[in-house]
């Protein structure tokens, strides 16, 4: 039963991202007039990101701290997809634009994540499983991809997925306390479960070489 809501989610978000891209492709230009570069969005979202750590470490403070963090997530999520589009719409990737890229979403994931542990807001060892997960995720695609196979959209939560998942229950976080560390759980959960999937494909890939 998990397991097929994973796939459906997955699937949507398989769709969604194929609409995202289809819609924006033909408006980036706009951007890049504005000296919105490939890299300045990706500069844009991992500073969203950071400063989503910073509310998540003063929830106390304000009520509305998390609400906040989670519109920052979704922020710093939405300009990581869209710095893709533009590099490819624009034809402006580069080689250090995916590195500098790969490098940021490592430091939003681990701040972020990291930020939440230490503010009490689920239980530290389920936050340090969610941040090996979600670093391995990445590891797995890189390493995969630096041996010439191709890991795109293998596994159930990439890291548009996991950030949506942060970002729902931050939201539902205000209203229950104890969404945010479940959801901190169910991102460790998928994390690990995406990189036995990257992993089997791997192995099969490699096998019928």
Partial sequence: MVVETLETVYLVSSRLKKSFEAFFASRITKL??????????TVLGVLSSAFAALLYASWRMSRIALPAAGALILLSGFMDALDGVSARSSN???????????????????????????AGLCDPAWGLVAIIGSLMVSYTRSRAEAAGVSMAAVGFAERAERMLILAAVTFLAFFWFDF??????????????TV????????????RV
């Fill in 92 to 118: 402006k990737s580069s080689a250090f634009g995916g590195f500098l890229d790969s490098v940021s979403d490592r430091y939003s994931d681990s701040v972020v994540l990291a930020s939440i542990v230490l």
């Fill in 32 to 41: 890049s007039s504005i000296g919105l570069t490939p890299n300045a969005l």
């Fill in 180 to 193: 945010l560390g479940w959801g901190v759980i169910l991102i460790g959960v998928v994390a690990h479960i």
């Fill in 196 to 207: 036995l999937q990257r992993t089997f494909h791997f192995y099969n890939s490699v096998k």
